[in-house]
């Protein structure tokens, strides 16, 4: 980042507000599915628990390039801590739903292994919607010319989100 971007640029929090928002419907929709599917209210909090952490792994993933593609295997091959700290987060998920202990305090249910490829598919289209709102701002050259030059700390007032990109040292 450079020295002169704040942390949090306007489309840093776009980014926060879309990605937030896709997650909590994928959470809504793999949490009222269950619910019409029969399932207890501690079933349906499980499912929608790991549907909010595998969205987030999905979202590790399509975080690797802020605009660029991530999806192809070279995109997350260059850290060598990604696959532990997902494996981590998997052992994790794996005690939080099935250890009777984190079943009580949690207030979750065992959640049947035909739920897993489910909400596996419903991250991929997560990572997928994630990646067409990338792809949508680098087929627009306004909007990825904006992006990139807010990202470079090159925009200094909001007067220039309109078209306007300082171009000083």
């Not at 928002?21 to 949490?31: G, K, P, R, S, Y």
């Not at 292994?113 to 990572?127: D, Q, S």
Request: charged letters at 15%.
């Amino acid at each position: 980042r450079a020295t002169d971007r704040p942390i949090l640029t306007l489309f840093g929090i776009w980014r926060i507000v879309f990605v937030g928002a896709v997650l909590v419907v994928f959470t809504l929709i793999a949490f009222f599915l269950t619910k019409a599917g029969g399932a207890s209210d501690e079933l349906a909090r499980t499912v929608a628990v790991n549907a909010i952490t595998i969205g987030q792994c999905f979202y590790l993933l399509n975080s690797r390039y802020l605009l660029d593609s991530s999806a192809s295997w070279q995109a997350h091959t260059g850290n060598k801590y990604l696959p532990m700290g997902i494996g981590a987060v998997i052992l994790l998920q794996l005690l939080f739903t099935y250890a009777s202990p984190f079943q009580t305090l949690f207030g979750t249910a065992s959640m049947p292994w035909y739920a897993w490829p489910l909400l596996i598919a419903g991250g991929f289209v997560f990572f997928v919607i994630v990646e067409t709102e990338k792809k949508y701002i680098r087929s627009r050259p306004h909007l990825k010319n904006m992006v990139s030059s807010i990202e470079c700390g090159k925009q200094k007032t909001s007067a220039n989100l309109k078209g306007k990109v300082y171009h000083g040292s």
